[in-house]
């Protein structure tokens, strides 16, 4: 086990994968399953870390594509690191990259628009900022990711798009070749540090796309590298609850009972939560609670009953509201009745936000994105205590 870091499973539920568990980092305890808000650019949008804090946040997630374009991963370095640069006590995980250089790294290749280059090396990109070219290899990656300074870093993966099993088959296969290369890189960081850093733990990447044989290939080789946890990405991740579930059962009965399991990017809506909790997920993530908050829609609604395997079912008896709609003008009630959050607790109406949505006051956009990240931490905080 890595200095700093443990994880173990405090309880396991009797007829699903849900677990209880505690990850140990060198800033602090994470009481799982933990939903992490997306701190992109080196913040959640509209919110302080005494916000999150106050909001029950126990960890942020950053990313080192976007803080390697802007204000740069040296400069984050040199002032100390992204949980000084931005004032966060609490652990941080950086994912790789590895997604963004492919969405958001297009160029023009003889007049037409071209996702970015992917080779066998790594992936030539373009900047969405600026247009400069830019290149990222496993190795690079990590010693970004040490750069900034994360307790939990990511290996250096290719998001598997959706081509059919034949590229999705190469894809994993590169994807591996470039984990071996991130656990060297990440070892020559951790021996160079020499205490005079705070380790970093690796997280390897579970590809495959939506192919049973594939995926299950793709847990044996990342689970036999022995790291300190196991992330499962790709497309057919988060995209919904079903599918989500069907993919992870492939894997479940590989993956050791002693490693967190990180699902990348689901939590667009309170079920995938649920269902990603149920599949045995202990870190989950997404930038759809304060995303959504500026586009107008808010959380709302509770579990159904005690109708389910366990003690809830996966619906909702309300989902979202959209704050714009002419029926809130004159709404007097919160968000959300027995949410504990700042801007139910504090009484601000439907109304209220309502008028500061329509007007495009800033102080919308934070008690906005307080409920909704307060909704994600308080769904999986009483999904923990259900498990227990």
Request: hydrophobic share 40%.
């Amino acid at each position: 086990m890595l200095k700093g870091f443990s994880f173990s499973v405090v309880v396991k539920a009797h007829k699903t994968r849900a677990r209880a568990g505690e990850l140990y980092t060198p800033h602090g305890l994470v009481r799982t399953p933990v939903f992490m808000p997306v701190g992109t650019a080196g913040s959640v949008k509209a919110l302080a870390p005494g916000d999150l804090s106050d909001a029950g946040v126990q960890i942020l997630l950053g990313n080192t594509y976007h803080l390697y374009l802007r204000p740069g991963d040296t400069a984050v370095r040199r002032l100390g690191g992204l949980h000084r640069f931005m004032a966060w006590t609490g652990p941080i995980l950086t994912d790789s990259g590895g997604y963004q250089v492919s969405s958001l790294g297009k160029f023009r290749d003889e007049g037409f628009p071209v996702m970015s280059r992917i080779d066998d090396h790594g992936v030539t990109f373009k900047s969405h900022l600026d247009g400069s070219m830019h290149r990222f290899t496993p190795e690079k990656a990590i010693r970004i990711q040490e750069n900034l300074g994360a307790d939990i870093i990511m290996a250096f993966d290719e998001a598997t798009p959706a081509r059919g099993k034949a590229y999705a088959r190469h894809a994993m296969e590169r994807t591996h070749r470039w984990l071996d290369r991130c656990v060297s890189e990440w070892k020559k960081c951790e021996e160079r540090k020499q205490g005079k850093a705070l380790p970093q733990a690796l997280f390897g990447i579970i590809q495959g796309g939506n192919y049973r044989d594939l995926r299950c290939e793709s847990a044996e080789f990342v689970v036999s590298r022995d790291l300190m946890g196991i992330a499962i990405g790709g497309a057919s991740i988060g995209k919904n609850p079903e599918e989500t579930a069907e993919n992870v059962s492939w894997v479940a009965d590989l993956l050791p009972s002693n490693n967190p399991l990180y699902l990348m990017g689901v939590g667009v809506n309170p079920e995938d939560v649920i269902g990603a909790v149920l599949c045995g997920a202990d870190l989950i993530d997404c930038v759809a609670p304060t995303r959504l908050a500026r586009m107008g829609h808010l959380y709302s609604g509770k579990l159904r009953g005690k109708a389910g395997k366990w003690g809830f079912t996966s619906e909702f008896s309300r989902g979202r509201l959209n704050i714009d709609q002419a029926r809130f003008r004159l709404d007097d009630h919160v968000i959300d009745e027995g949410c504990d959050c700042y801007t139910c607790a504090m009484g601000f109406s439907r109304a209220y936000l309502h008028h500061l949505f329509r007007s495009r006051e800033l102080l919308y956009y934070r008690l906005a994105s307080l409920h909704n990240v307060r909704f994600m931490v308080r769904l999986t905080e009483g999904l923990r205590r259900t498990i227990v």
